[in-house]
């Protein structure tokens, strides 16, 4: 069988951030709680003309510098997201068009909760083993919704990350050595038609859809595979705040040091469908030739996908060819109060003459 | 009046029961109080439950659980006090029992909690305090306990310290509970540094929300004794009811349970017997506070004491008087309506000597405590082995 893999990776976090004591002091919340209990300190937000599309395309940029391929050889191009700026109408069109991968090419958005950024890349890998197109772009990336006041309004993040999928043997970074899917129909978060806001299930949405369906993907993956979790350098988890990966993976028996590479969530925040696909980016611009990883995503609805990596040689070679996750997360950041932080979200309802 | 025997008794596994409804709970429970008591059949069916229309939106559940557990023509009854609505179901079949009207009666406390969010729940818990004159105006229970510790604090020196014993004793007694909720020890530190959730009610002062039933069957006691097959007989020696005011504020003191005191002079004096005689209790730990203050109403300590009383040891295993060997409401859980049967199950099994790692040691007798609100009402039942 023919080896696919990743051959480039590229990520986009904004520049802005707000910590949790900010957005806690203006709602008489208590930010410690979600400090010590969520692990969460700040999370960047978008400016106001940063959206999934504008994101997407810097990442998927930043994925072809690396992997050393022009645009217009991409044959599919996978959105996937849960704040595409249109209902109707494709972001995956625009993407495509901004990296001169038009007009033949396949692309498609997805929506699946918090994976449909690793839905894109589970497909885009695909079509590369199946031969029906050379190169194939997976990307994930939000500008996460999450009500004023409620718990998500504290982890709700923006973020990209963008992975090229092909089969070259001297462009592959990262060898995927297993796939595997796990889902059951779990109503643990959601959001109608012309809700403005997502809505979720407290506590629900904890033991029986994240940890079920994380653990399920992580161990399904690793049995298939005849794997265990010291076979791994690094593993990255969805991370929707700072401690349910980090009790997963103490589920799952991984070390901390294991997964505290892929863990940005802390200062990063929950980019929902970026979540996974950045924690990878952070991972494989660290990674050296050899390295396995283990990426496990989760989304509410609920499902996991799960991936195995193997880090080429190349790997090193094309690190330092775009800009890094872990600077993008340190350097350069802007704090904004919250009133600057709801205008550019959004919230703040205009005159509309 | 009859004497009044305990037959049965069953409970779940008590916690956020995802895959269990309110009928699943109820039915479950109900079953293995019959099983227990190998009873082939029941007369009459009381149900305690407060609030399954605002939890679950399902009403009228006296006949849900009559159906389901496959007894669907008997009289079937629901009773509602708020967190005394289980309490007060145990006093109405008792009542049953005792007057003649029926011969076996089987009490099932039920709550589900947990299908609706946190705030929904906090709102629905609410109803049980004055809505106009407290609800209204912003009070929850949190907040209402935490006036009375705050107040009790200030007039009787108790210390922050004392309302953690509470919770750490508890959650070691839970530990021995396989039935419990939260079976995991705490420290004081681990109660003094949680989320605050009222000053100075942290989120370890607190009973949690669940899901949970138990239940209980009653019969004569001298069909009992004929008919007794394994267990020790539990007979229930007096039950004493009071009520007090609906809002906190419309109280002589804020750091006093009137009704309890009521309840349990009532209930003392119809088993004759005193807070000296009893070797066991399960008192209403809603929050830390509400022990403290039902342990002083019911004369277990001086008033101003109950705080010493944790501090001391003498609640604990293995004490002068055990309290809440369960786990209480604070490790066990509490859902609501079945809070107050499952306290006479706790009280049951201590008397028959099945306590198993909990067991009081020679317990011969014990008090149940079970109030709604903030002690707006209030049932005090005494069981005797027999």
């Known amino acids: 069988m023919k080896t696919v893999g990743i051959i480039g990776w590229g990520a986009d976090i904004p520049r802005n951030r707000v910590k949790v004591e900010e957005i806690a002091k203006v709602w008489g919340a208590d930010a410690e709680s979600y400090k010590k209990g969520l692990m969460l300190e700040e999370k960047s937000v978008p400016s106001p003309d940063q959206d999934t599309i504008t994101m997407s395309v810097q990442a998927s940029r930043r ?85 004023p006041s409620d718990a998500l309004e504290y982890s709700a993040a923006a973020g990209a990350a963008a992975f090229l999928f092909g089969s070259d043997k001297t462009r592959i970074v990262a060898e995927l050595l297993q796939t595997y899917a796990f889902m059951t129909d779990t109503p643990d978060f959601w959001r109608r038609e012309h809700m403005h806001y997502p809505k979720h299930g407290g506590r629900f949405t904890g033991e029986p859809a994240y940890f079920k369906h994380i653990t399920g993907a992580a161990r399904g993956i690793m049995e298939k595979a005849g794997a ?126 | 009046m009859r004497d009044v ?50 939890f679950t939106a399902q009403e009228h559940i006296a006949p849900l659980v009559a159906e389901y557990l496959g007894q669907g023509k008997v009289p079937a009854t629901r009773v509602e006090s708020a967190c005394a609505s289980g309490g007060l179901a145990f006093r109405a079949g008792f009542a049953e029992v005792a007057s003649g009207l029926s ?38 229970f949190p907040g209402l306990y935490a006036m009375m510790a705050n107040r009790h604090m200030h007039e009787f020196k108790t210390t922050r310290r004392q309302l953690s014993w509470v919770a750490v004793k508890n959650h070691a007694n839970g530990m021995k509970n396989p039935n419990a909720q939260y079976r995991s020890e705490v420290t004081a530190e681990e109660v003094e540094s949680a989320v605050k959730v009222a000053d100075p ?13 138990a239940a209980v069957l009653l019969c004569p006691l001298d069909t009992a004794r004929k008919k007794a097959k394994g267990h020790g007989l539990v007979k229930v020696l007096g039950i004493g009811q009071a009520t007090d005011t609906m809002a906190l504020h419309s109280r002589r003191s804020l750091c006093e349970l009137a009704a309890v005191s009521e309840a349990g002079a009532r209930a003392y004096k119809a088993a004759g017997k005193g807070p000296s005689d009893m070797n066991c209790a399960e008192v209403h730990d809603c929050f830390t506070i509400a022990e403290i203050m039902a342990a002083e109403a019911l004369g277990f300590a001086a008033k101003g004491k109950g705080g010493r009383l944790a501090e001391s040891g003498a609640s604990s295993l293995g004490g002068k008087i055990p309290i809440n060997t369960s786990g209480g409401l604070k490790s066990k859980g509490h859902p609501v309506g079945a809070t107050g049967v499952a306290q006479i199950v706790e009280l049951t099994e201590q008397l028959r000597g099945e306590a198993g790692p909990r067991q009081v040691k020679r317990a011969r007798t014990g008090l149940a405590q079970n109030m709604g609100g903030t002690g707006a009402s209030c049932v005090v039942s005494i069981l005797g082995a027999a």
Request: hydrophobic share 40%; net charge negative; proline share 3%.
């Open chain 2, 201 to 213: 009610l942290r989120l370890l002062d607190c009973s949690p929300i669940t899901d949970g039933a």
């Open chain 2, 103 to 140: 011969d076996v009666v089987l009490v099932v406390g039920v709550e589900k909690m947990t299908d609706v969010s946190g705030d929904e729940a906090t709102f629905t818990l609410g109803t049980a305090a004055d809505q106009e004159y407290e609800s209204y105006n912003g009070a929850t």
């Open chain 1, 63 to 147: 994925a072809l510098v690396r992997a050393g391929v022009d645009g217009a050889d991409i044959g599919a191009v996978y959105v996937g997201s849960e704040s595409h700026p249109y209902a109707v109408k494709p972001s995956g069109t625009a993407v495509a068009e901004a990296l001169g991968a038009t007009p033949e090419c396949h692309t498609a958005d997805f929506e699946f909760a918090c994976k449909a950024g690793t839905e894109g890349m589970f497909v885009a890998s695909q079509l590369v083993v199946s031969g029906a197109v050379r190169y194939a772009l997976g990307v994930g990336a939000d500008t996460s919704q999450g009500a």
């Open chain 2, 5 to 54: 025997a305990i037959i049965g008794v069953g409970m779940n596994k008590w916690g956020e029961l995802w895959k269990s409804s309110l009928r699943d709970l109820a039915v479950e429970a109900g079953l293995k109080a019959m099983a227990d008591a190998k009873a082939d059949h029941i007369d009459s069916i009381v149900v305690g439950c407060m609030s399954s229309g605002l």
């Open chain 1, 228 to 353: 265990k979790p010291s076979d791994f350098r690094y593993v990255v988890f969805h991370q929707p705040n700072g401690k349910f990966p980090m009790r997963a993976g103490k589920m799952l028996g991984f070390e901390r040091e294991q997964i505290l590479t892929g863990w940005l969530v802390n200062r990063l925040g929950n980019t929902y469908s970026g979540a996974s696909p950045l924690g990878l980016t952070a991972v494989l611009d660290v990674a050296k030739a050899g390295d396995k990883i283990l990426v496990v995503s989760f989304g509410s609805g609920a499902g996991s996908d799960g991936f195995i990596f193997k880090a080429t040689s190349r790997v090193a070679k094309v690190q330092g060819l775009a800009a890094k996750t872990r600077d993008m997360l340190d350097d350069n950041k802007r704090y904004l109060d919250y009133g600057t932080y709801v205008k550019f979200r959004g919230k703040i309802r205009m005159n509309e003459e």
